[in-house]
C-alpha cells in the first residue's frame, strides 16, 4: 500500500458529468462499471486495437448504431484508415497485405463498429490533440489506462513494462507520450492491472511513472484492493491507482465481510451448450489413461462436490455446490475453506504441470490437475473463484477454476 501525504489538499468528488476515455478499452469493463454505478457519463473516446474487442464493445455499448460511416468512402480509402489501427491477434497489427484480403463487407463492418465505438484504433496512432478535451468547467474527463499485463502477470513470461522494451506491458509509456503531446490533461486517470505491477521486478518502473505524473501535477493513489473483499465471492487481487489533477487526495474503499458465497452466484439453469459431450468426456478418459501409464498425475473426475459421487453423464441432475479437486497419483483429499485458491500458470503455452481444477455446478463439471512440482495435490471445496498465479510465487495456492458460464 502507499502511503501519500495530501497536506492542506481537499478531498476529490467528481460533481461534473463524465467524458469518457478509455485507453486499452477491451469491450468496455469499465464503462459498464460505471453504468453499473448508475454514474451520469459519454462515451467520448475508445482505444482499442483487436477487432473481436471492437466488435464487443459495439454490441455491449452502441448496439442500436447501425449507422453506415462508411457510405461515400470506397473500399480503398476505408483499408488506408485501417492500416495500422487494428490488429487481429491481439498482439501484432494487422499488416497492409492482411488487409488487403479483407472483403469489403468485414472492412465496412469494421469500420463502421470504430466509428460508432468513438475509436481511434491502436495508441500507437494516438497523439495529444486526438485527446479533444475542451470545456472542463463543464465535464469530468476520466482517462482508463488499463495496459496490457501479459509481460506483467505471474501467468506470463516476466518481460517487464520498461521504455523502449517493445513488450505490451511498456505501452504504458504511449500513454506517457499522448499526455505530454495533450494542452489541456484529463482531471482524472484510472489504472488497473495485476499486482506484479508494484513487485519487485516492476517497482522501479512505476515509480518511474508516478514521478512522471507527479510533475505533470497529479497525485496518485495506488493500492491492491480483492475482490473478496467487496462482496464477490472471488479471490482476485488487483492493483488500482487513482490520480487527480491538482491539489486534492484521494482515499481508496474500504472493504467489508464477504456475505456471498459461489453457490450464490452460479446459475442453476444452464444451456445444455455448456454441458459436457460425450465426446469430450471420452476425449478426457483417454487422456488420464495416458497419463496414469507414464505415471504422472494429471486425472479428471466429475463430481457433485459433496461425497465425491461420480457424474458420468453429462446431463445428469444434481445439486450445485463449489468442489476443486486435484489428483496426487490418483489420492484424493477434501477439504472445506472459506477462501479459494488461486490460478497457478507456467507460461502462455499452458498450465505446465501446474494444478487444472474446476468448480462444481449444476448439470456440469470438469475436473483436471497436473500436480506442481512432485506430483502434490489436494482436494478442497471453495465457495469462491480463484484467479491467476504463477508457479514462481508458490503459496499454496494453486488452482484453476472452470465452471460452466462462470469461467475464469
Request: aromatic share 10%; hydrophobic share 35%.
Amino acid at each position: 500500500m502507499q502511503i501519500s501525504l495530501f497536506d492542506g489538499a481537499t478531498q476529490f468528488r467528481i460533481d461534473k458529468p463524465i467524458r469518457l476515455i478509455e485507453f486499452f478499452g477491451g469491450y468496455g469493463s469499465q464503462s459498464l462499471a460505471l453504468k453499473y454505478l448508475g454514474v451520469k457519463f459519454e462515451h467520448y473516446l475508445l482505444s482499442e486495437w483487436a477487432i473481436k474487442s471492437i466488435q464487443a464493445y459495439k454490441d455491449l455499448h452502441c448496439g442500436k448504431d447501425d449507422t453506415d460511416y462508411s457510405s461515400g468512402r470506397t473500399e480503398t480509402e476505408l483499408k488506408m484508415w485501417l492500416n495500422g489501427r487494428i490488429s487481429a491477434n491481439y498482439s501484432d497489427p494487422l499488416t497492409e497485405q492482411q488487409i488487403s484480403r479483407l472483403s469489403e463487407k468485414e472492412t465496412r463492418k469494421i469500420y463502421n463498429n470504430m466509428v460508432a465505438t468513438g475509436n481511434l484504433g491502436s495508441i500507437m496512432n494516438i497523439h495529444g490533440k486526438d485527446l479533444r478535451i475542451t470545456d472542463k468547467d463543464k465535464y469530468c474527463y476520466l482517462l482508463t489506462y488499463s495496459f496490457p499485463c501479459q509481460d506483467l502477470s505471474s501467468a506470463g513470461e516476466g518481460a517487464g513494462m520498461e521504455r523502449g522494451s517493445g513488450t505490451r506491458s511498456g505501452l504504458l509509456w504511449e500513454v506517457e507520450r499522448i499526455l505530454t503531446e495533450t494542452d489541456e490533461l484529463p482531471q482524472v486517470l484510472l489504472m488497473e492491472n495485476v499486482p506484479e505491477v508494484v513487485g519487485k521486478k516492476n517497482m522501479p518502473q512505476f515509480a518511474k511513472w508516478l514521478a512522471f505524473l507527479d510533475g505533470l501535477g497529479y497525485k496518485t493513489k495506488w493500492e491492491i484492493l480483492n475482490t473478496k473483499d467487496f462482496g464477490i465471492p472471488q479471490n482476485r487481487a488487483r492493483c488500482f491507482a487513482v490520480s487527480v489533477l491538482g491539489d486534492y487526495y484521494y482515499e481508496m474503499p474500504k472493504g467489508f465481510p464477504l456475505k456471498k458465497r459461489l453457490k450464490d452466484v452460479l446459475e442453476k439453469g444452464v444451456d445444455e451448450s455448456y454441458y459436457l459431450s460425450e465426446e469430450t468426456i471420452a476425449a478426457l478418459n483417454i487422456h488420464k489413461e495416458r497419463h496414469e501409464a507414464k505415471g504422472n498425475g494429471f486425472g479428471w473426475k466429475p463430481t457433485t462436490g459433496g461425497g465425491m459421487q461420480p457424474l458420468l453423464r453429462p446431463k445428469a441432475d444434481i445439486d450445485p455446490t463449489a468442489t476443486l479437486l486435484l489428483s496426487n497419483q490418483g489420492k484424493t483429499v477434501e477439504k472445506f475453506t472459506e477462501v479459494a485458491n488461486t490460478i497457478m500458470a507456467r507460461d502462455y503455452k499452458g498450465f505446465g504441470n501446474q494444478a487444472m481444477t474446476a468448480v462444481m455446478e449444476t448439470k456440469k463439471t470438469i475436473v483436471m490437475s497436473r500436480p506442481h512440482g512432485y506430483n502434490r495435490g489436494k482436494i478442497e471445496e471453495t465457495d469462491i473463484f480463484p484467479t491467476v498465479r504463477k508457479s514462481s510465487t508458490m503459496d499454496g495456492n494453486n488452482g484453476v477454476v472452470e465452471n460452466g458460464r462462470n469461467k475464469v
